[in-house]
Nanobody
């Protein structure tokens, strides 16, 4: 069974940067997409960024130009580089993979942008 573990969240000032990581463990024989979602208090979970098995990327309009998703296949890890952070980026961030024909979620990591 594949498990995902996120790391890299924390408290950062507006304009700052963070890099989130999502590492997978377990036997992997197929990956379709690796996604980053976020959920702020009182709001629905939203897709932030996605990278496909073919390397194509997609971003929410609210993060385009500021966030970059990437992956290291050898380490079974996907990253989310977040620059120019804003208070409205404050949320719990989750990775979600479609792996081995199943959807797997991580436990989430908190990102707080505040002065």
């Amino acid at each position: 069974q594949v498990q995902l573990v996120e790391s890299g969240g924390g408290l950062v000032q507006p304009g700052g940067s963070l890099r989130l990581s999502c590492a997978a463990s377990g036997t992997i024989f197929s990956i379709n997409t690796m996604d980053w979602y976020r959920q702020a208090p009182g709001k629905e979970r939203e897709l932030v960024a996605q990278i496909t098995n073919g390397g194509n990327t997609n971003y929410a309009d609210s993060v385009k130009g500021r966030f970059t998703v990437s992956r290291n296949n050898a380490k079974n890890t996907v990253y989310l580089q977040m620059n120019s952070l804003k208070p409205e980026d404050t949320a719990a961030y989750y990775c979600r993979w479609v792996v081995n024909f199943r959807t797997v979620w991580g436990q989430g990591t908190q990102v707080t942008v505040s002065s």
